[in-house]
């Protein structure tokens, strides 16, 4: 029988990467979308059944023809992974109007773009799973997040829209809300005074978002928190 098949959108070393693994150890043929191929390309070989595919999400083009890829080379997706996320920082003062609509265009716009890439085999299925990754930012925007908030608030806005609108055709639209400071090289770097516990690991997240795809249809999740256990919130 043919794998099931995953798309990741957004694929850096972070959650992107865990969600590859994630998948693909669950048996799913799984696609690596990032613009660049060039770590997706070193993690698919890495992989059973993985395939790196160039798409910028900020051009519909681009979208287009990376999920006719998918659907030619693995097939029609059942799980769809919207993991990229991207905005300048910067008061409403400071943050110029292409930083703003970059932000809107990479969180919003590519999600709903690519979402309907997928529901409709996902309606002819019955079945499927439509998972963001958000941030703390689609709740409570900063003062320096005047380009990052809204458009993370607009993804969020958009997800729940999903889910109402999907749920009853079998699919399941559900949220990550990323509540802290994943760990990276480079937050690492930057914060080299912060404890481990500090820290969100992106295997955890990974873990989130494959136990949504296999809720109960009868007690589905929209938002889930991701934070860490030492937290204080």
């Known amino acids: 029988m043919a794998k099931p098949v995953c798309v990741v959108v957004g694929v850096g070393p972070g959650n992107g990467a865990a ?8 048996g ?4 690596l979308l990032a613009r660049s191929a060039k770590f997706t390309g070193e993690l698919a070989s890495a992989l059973p059944s993985a395939r790196a595919i160039a798409c910028d999400v900020s051009d519909a083009g681009s979208i287009s023809r990376a999920f006719e890829t998918v659907r030619r080379e693995l097939g029609e997706v059942e799980v769809l992974v919207y993991n990229a996320g991207s905005g300048a920082w910067g008061t409403v003062e400071e943050a110029k109007a292409d930083d703003f609509e970059s932000a809107w265009r990479i969180n919003a716009m590519g999600g709903f773009l690519c979402s309907r890439e997928v529901i409709p085999a996902m309606r002819r299925a019955g079945r499927g799973s439509i998972v963001f990754v958000g941030a703390t930012a689609s709740r409570k ?3 320096r997040s005047a380009a990052f908030s809204s458009a993370k608030g607009a993804q969020r ?3 729940e829209s999903m889910a109402r609108a999907l749920g009853p055709a079998g699919i399941h639209v559900a949220l990550i809300v990323v509540d802290g400071v994943v760990d990276l090289p480079r937050t690492r770097e930057r914060m080299r005074d912060k404890p481990d516990s500090f820290f969100i690991k992106p295997d955890g997240v990974a873990e989130i978002g494959f136990r949504l795809t296999q809720q109960d249809r009868s007690s589905w999740s929209f938002e889930v928190e991701a934070r860490p256990f030492a937290e204080t919130w």
């Open 19 to 26: 969600f590859a693994r994630r998948f693909a150890t669950e």
């Open 28 to 31: 799913h043929a799984v696609a």
């Open 157 to 159: 806005s958009l997800a």
């Open 141 to 143: 925007a900063g003062a």
